[in-house]
């Protein structure tokens, strides 16, 4: 009897060490005009990976910038007169609530033509339990934080006395 229990013991042990699932990332974006242009969002959307639920943390001086969101055709053309959302105070909190394309700009005189634009692909959540790639920008600006939440197994083990 005490082997049954001493199993059970290791068993759940064994359990809390495995990881069962990842929740959402927040991923940090230094919202300004790079020297790089446009291509500084791009490498960096291309290099991380978004979840449904992820969220983007747009950080920067309320009045100087903002974040719209736009329709592809309004992102490529950098039209700012139609835009779908408007958030004006900085820092903004984005949640990526579906999977599908998502497109940012700043609506301020010129700052879409000189790149600063961003189109997030959101991609179904894998099985898989391993984390996204953090961005190896150019630059340091934009760190990856990962909140990991762990779902433990529980194990009733019955006794007969």
């Not at 592809?72 to 105070?89: G, L, Q």
Request: glycine residues 4%.
């Amino acid at each position: 009897m005490h082997k049954l229990i001493n199993m059970a013991i290791v068993f759940v042990l064994v359990a809390l060490q495995l990881p069962h699932s990842t929740e959402a990332t927040e991923h940090p974006v230094d919202w300004i005009i790079y020297p790089e242009g446009a291509s500084f969002y791009s490498s960096f959307a291309s290099k991380t990976t978004f979840k449904p639920n992820d969220t983007l943390v747009f950080n920067f001086t309320t009045g100087t910038h903002n974040v719209v969101t736009v329709s592809k055709k309004n992102f490529e053309a950098c039209n700012v007169s139609d835009v779908m959302e408007a958030f004006n105070t900085g820092p903004v909190t984005f949640t990526l609530n579906r999977t599908g394309m998502f497109y940012f700009t700043c609506a301020f005189p010129n700052h879409c033509s000189l790149g600063q634009k961003l189109s997030i692909d959101v991609t179904k959540a894998s099985s898989s339990s391993s984390l996204a790639p953090s961005p190896s920008a150019s630059r340091a600006a934009m760190p990856l934080a990962v909140t990991v939440t762990v779902t433990l197994p529980v194990l009733i083990v019955a006794l007969a006395t």
